[in-house]
């Protein structure tokens, strides 16, 4: 099954800790992205990224990093820099020259 | 401004009727259009883009995109209780990836 993956379903976190959110595809796309999407809101884009080894800031990057050591994978972490982190968060990736982002089924985090 | 606006609803529509779903959005240099389909908990799924002036069809979905007015609607017609959700539309202002505005909750009257 082609599919993008994420995991955990359900994190939960202590304040001051780090938690890496886990993405991954097999659909040969390109570009990958982070979003969060806060209760009755849209989503808004964390980090985004074209190629392998190479990503870019979205409108809310503080407080995150991310990595893309490998065309299928780009994890998030949730630095404790983040103040306010439990949210919905949401990968989707897109192939070169297409038109359409398809996203996985999403993080649950709760800081406790 | 918000880059991309969407009454928030609930719009309320009763079983076989025509749904309206409206968005604005700022920049006027944004390139595709997109409207999303998220169910309660769910993640957001496609249901189709636009990307030039007028409309396009995919079965019971309307897409109209009106550049100079700055705006794109989603029509559904025959609307269905299975239609109850929450439509995110998305913009794409060349960067290649997406500003969404915060949706509107779609509910149809059995």
């Known amino acids: 099954d082609g599919g993008i993956t994420q995991s955990p379903k359900y994190l939960f976190r202590k304040e001051g800790q780090n938690v890496t959110l886990s993405c991954e595809q097999n659909?040969?796309?390109?570009?990958m992205y982070w979003y969060r999407q806060d209760p009755g809101q849209g989503l808004r884009l964390i980090y985004y990224?074209?190629?392998?080894?190479?990503?870019q800031k979205g409108d809310i990057a503080e407080g995150y990093s991310v990595s893309r050591e490998k065309k299928e994978s780009f994890p998030l972490t949730v630095t404790s820099a983040q103040k306010n982190p439990t949210a919905f968060y949401l990968c989707?990736?897109?192939?070169?020259?297409?038109?359409?982002?398809?996203f996985g089924p999403g993080t649950r985090l709760t800081v406790l | 401004q918000k880059e991309v606006e969407q009454n928030s609803g609930p719009l309320s529509v009763p079983e076989g009727a025509i749904a309206s779903l409206n968005c604005t959005y700022s920049?006027?240099?944004?390139?595709?259009f997109f409207w999303y389909r998220q169910y309660s908990g769910k993640s957001p799924e496609l249901i189709m883009f636009?990307?030039?002036?007028g409309d396009k069809e995919d079965g019971r979905f309307t897409a109209q995109l009106n550049k100079a007015s700055q705006y794109v609607s989603l029509l559904i017609r025959d609307s269905q209780p299975s239609d109850s959700a929450t439509y995110l539309c998305?913009?794409?202002?060349?960067?290649?990836?997406?500003?969404f505005g915060s949706g509107t909750r779609l509910q149809v009257q059995p």
């Open positions: 659909l040969n796309h390109d570009a």
């Open positions: 998305a913009v794409d202002t060349g960067r290649r990836a997406l500003t």
């Open positions: 920049d006027r240099g944004s390139q595709s």
């Open positions: 990224s074209q190629i392998v080894n190479d990503f």
């Open positions: 636009i990307y030039s002036n």
């Open positions: 989707a990736s897109r192939l070169a020259g297409g038109n359409e982002q398809f």
